[in-house]
């Protein structure tokens, strides 16, 4: 092996690299010239410039040595991890979520769209869609009261010259110049169609259904020099609320559009109830469910190392062996079969033990549960840890405990567990701070569920970053990417704080491993 | 923490215990043994129960018992089709349970290898050279380590979807993104556990590399990679058991059933199906788990010793 890795090395090593490099800029170039299809020039000068300093870096003859080791990573890392992270803490601040996805100028327009009403008598037409010569898809009406054709685009309404277009039976069935659509080339367009709109003045022609068409009055005016809404009825300003939205005495208008918010996002998880609540609940069940999971795992793992080790003893090995499996086996695995196993109608353990437990149904017991799973999977951790530190544990201050008579209870209190715990404590620290965002645990087990009718996305199980995961896409009640992020940077500190904590009981990092 | 062990037991002789006894008699130990083989039926318990599943010929969870009723690979057999048939509405399921094995392992494999790299090359750097910004970049990488990355997921996602709209090579439901993305992560800790090991690898071996004429590249490659080869089997395979588990950035990112991982596929299978399907998924599941369980048996001791090594020293 070594050999083989220096062969690599010398020369063949300089011609590897260049190889390499010669691939990564015609990558480049290609990938410039893909761009450049599409306009994308500020693109095109990124690539060019992180290519170009690539390249320096790696044929500079002197003062870019660590720059070569460390350059494959950090771009990954970059664009993977870094940027991801900026923009996460960029969302905290905005109220990017449903119904603010849009940028101010788009959602004026949809405003304004869906503003537009049926008046009390409107103006109806006969409809055919239909495509023009170059393909774009119009509407041919005919006013039903004066009879008259026109054809309707996205840019106006305009009068067919008489005779161009064939009526029949209340149909218009043909128009020269245009091809009709029928059948399931309408159900082709049909996403289109619901938003089409011909305007006429302020007023607007959409389609009613696949051959009708009304003429349609808005119902909200934008005076574009105050930069608001006015209801034409009476006169009511909707204003621009500071939160993305145009509102009348608290009422908005939709949609909104996304915007900075500042710490609006922050302070609502204290102030406004209907986040705090849920926010709470699931804050608490985090921290007792990581708790729970190592005091569990590390209580029964250090009574399962001191119960076996005792030297001489036989089938130690076998039984360390088997006590590991729980660890071995993919967690994901693990956790999909204990669903089964737990499913309250055909689970098996209920009908091993002829019980007829909720497990997975009743908020409590499904909590229970989640503890009890995540605890089967972390004591063989926490067994085969002690085990080692305790072997650790030098013979003599056991013996000399012993000698200077204390009981075994004693010695264990006052000697094994002092210095076993020193020994363990950072990787107690480590195991909690994984259990706090053990995602997996919760959402292959529980959900996060069962969920509570009226409250919102969190379940009784979930834990703060499957709340957080449910916030932002798979919740199924909207996403609110906004809140999310911003729960996001408290699970970080959290997170922080706990390793911070963890190394600096140990310098871990900076001898080990 | 053997050898510990060893050399105490070796120095101080037992004085109070009867010197020829050689192992402890069953009457002392018998309530170990107890606890022992309590611990191991717990441990055994869904293992035992998947595995009967997986040879029983009725499919249903409810079937499920001790010993499998009648026996069959049925199961197994079941699992090289594309297409499960769900017993209570004869409706077809599509499982391509091959297909998801075969996806975990290339994304598992090529992940690990190139967190290897890659982080054994950071590593190399922050232990050999002295550079401005090192002990920042170090600091740095602990720092981004800390923010859950599960929850960049949205960002990640639209991304890719930009990216993917011009370069559909690394767009959305590729493996090549996905493995993009994993190996974003490959620094960080890796990188500090790494730096670690080869800071107990000694200098002077580099340094009569150099006076042979050795380059930095030659030395890496030629004297540090083949002696870290414990560490770097290490974080391979922790990587490959990160990846193989890893749900929720293959789900944003993999959307059509023949490109799912296998926590994907068998989540999706399994989800609505606990009454009907559970056969076909235990047997599933069983095959899935044997490779993994090995490797994983086998590093073990590697991994271990490093954690608690680490531990003790502080």
């Known amino acids: 092996m070594p050999r083989l890795i220096s062969a690599f090395s010398g020369t063949a090593g300089f ?24 306009h994308h020039w500020t693109a095109i000068a990124v690539l060019a410039v992180a290519a170009g300093l690539i390249d320096f870096l790696y044929l500079a003859r002197r003062g870019t040595l660590p720059a070569k080791f460390l350059i494959p990573g950090t771009v990954l890392l970059a664009a993977f991890v870094l940027i991801p992270i900026g923009y996460t803490i960029d969302v905290a601040f905005t109220n990017y979520s449903t119904g603010h996805v849009l940028t101010k100028t788009q959602a004026i327009q949809q405003i304004e769209i869906t503003s537009l009403q049926p008046a009390a008598n409107p103006i109806t037409y006969t409809m055919a869609v239909a495509r023009d010569g170059s393909g774009k898809l119009v509407l041919l009406l005919q006013n039903d009261a004066t009879k008259k054709l026109y054809v309707g685009t996205p840019k106006g309404l305009k009068p067919l010259s008489p005779g161009t277009a064939t009526v029949s039976g209340g149909q218009i069935v043909s128009a020269t110049g245009y091809t009709l659509l029928h059948g399931i080339q309408l159900f082709d367009v049909d996403q289109q169609l619901q938003s089409y709109v011909v305007p006429v003045g302020a007023a607007g022609i959409r389609p009613q259904s696949s051959s009708t068409a009304v003429e349609l009055t808005p119902t909200l005016r934008y005076d574009a020099k105050r930069g608001v809404f006015i209801r034409i009825s009476d006169g009511a300003v909707f204003k621009d609320d500071g939160n993305g939205e145009f509102a009348f005495q608290g009422a908005p ?3 909104g559009w996304k915007t900075y918010v500042g710490t609006k996002n922050f302070s609502s998880i204290i102030h406004d109830p209907t986040v705090r609540q849920p926010f709470l609940r699931v804050f608490v069940w985090t921290f007792v469910f990581a708790g729970a999971t190592v005091f569990f795992s590390f209580a029964i793992g250090l009574f399962l190392a001191i119960t076996l080790d005792k030297r001489g003893m036989r089938f130690q090995k076998l039984y360390r062996s088997i006590l590991i499996i729980p660890w071995a086996v993919p967690g994901f695995l693990s956790l999909l079969v204990w669903a089964g196993l737990l499913n309250d109608q055909f689970g098996v353990v209920n009908r091993i033990f002829h019980i007829n437990v909720p ?8 909590r229970v549960s989640c503890i009890l799973v995540s605890t089967w999977l972390t004591v063989p951790f926490f067994f085969v840890v002690s085990m080692g530190a305790l072997q650790s544990i030098p013979e003599e201050l056991t013996e000399a405990a012993r000698v200077d008579g204390g009981g075994p209870f004693q010695i264990f209190r006052r000697v094994t567990l002092p210095l076993l715990l020193v020994a ?40 703060l970053i499957s709340y957080t995961y449910k916030l932002a896409i798979a919740s199924g009640l909207g996403n609110d990417y906004g809140l999310a992020a911003a729960i996001t940077i408290i699970i970080f500190l959290i997170t922080a704080a706990l390793s911070t904590a963890g190394f600096a009981r140990t310098r871990v990092l900076e001898e080990v491993v | 923490m053997t050898t510990i062990d060893v050399t105490v037991s070796a120095a101080v002789p037992k004085v109070l215990e009867a010197p020829a006894k050689k192992r402890p008699k069953l009457a002392e130990t018998w309530w170990r043994h ?17 595995a009967s599943a997986a040879f029983n010929a009725d499919q249903s969870v409810s079937g499920t018992s001790y010993l499998p009723t009648r026996f069959t690979l049925h199961n197994f057999g079941n699992l090289l089709h594309n297409t499960i048939i769900d017993p209570s509405s004869r409706s077809k399921i599509d499982a391509p349970f091959l297909h998801w094995f075969g996806n975990t392992l290339i994304i598992a494999v090529i992940t690990a290898i190139g967190t290897v790299l890659i982080s054994a090359m950071a590593a190399y750097a922050f232990s050999r050279f002295r550079f401005r910004g090192r002990r920042m970049g170090m600091l740095a990488l602990l720092l981004v380590q800390m923010f859950p990355a599960l929850l960049t997921v949205v960002a990640i996602y639209l991304i890719i979807l930009n990216v993917g709209s011009i370069f559909p090579q690394i767009g959305l439901n590729t493996y090549l993104a996905l493995i993009l993305i994993y190996l974003g992560g490959a620094m960080g800790v890796n990188t500090w556990l790494m730096k670690g090991f080869f800071d107990t690898i000694p200098r002077e071996l580099d340094e009569s590399a150099r006076v042979d004429g050795a380059t930095p590249a030659q030395i890496f490659w030629g004297v540090v990679l083949p002696l870290a080869l414990p560490v770097l089997a290490v974080i391979g395979l922790w990587s490959f058991i990160f990846t193989l588990n890893e749900f929720v ?7 059509t059933t023949s490109h799912f991982t296998l926590p994907l596929g068998m989540q999706g299978f399994i989800q609505n199906n606990y009454g009907q399907l559970w056969g076909p998924f235990a047997a599933g599941a069983l095959l899935a788990a044997i490779p993994a369980t090995l490797l994983f048996a086998w590093l073990q001791r590697f991994i271990v010793s490093g954690l608690s090594q680490g531990a003790v020293k502080g």
């Open chain 2, 34 to 50: 107890v606890v022992g083989i309590i611990a191991c039926l717990v441990a055994l318990f869904p293992v035992w129960f998947v």
């Open chain 1, 15 to 38: 011609v590897v690299k260049i190889v390499l490099l010669s691939l990564m800029n015609a990558l480049a170039v290609w990938a410039a010239y893909v761009l450049a299809t599409r």
């Open chain 1, 424 to 463: 363990v404590g950072p990787l107690l620290i480590t195991s909690f701070a994984f259990n706090f965002n053990n995602f997996n645990n919760i959402y292959l087990l529980t959900r996060g569920g069962p969920t509570f009718t009226g409250s919102g996305v969190a379940g009784a199980t979930d834990i």
């Open chain 1, 359 to 366: 497990w997975l149904f009743d908020a409590n017991w499904a």
């Open chain 1, 253 to 255: 208008l939709l949609p």
């Open chain 2, 249 to 255: 950035l293959a789900s944003a990112i993999l959307d």
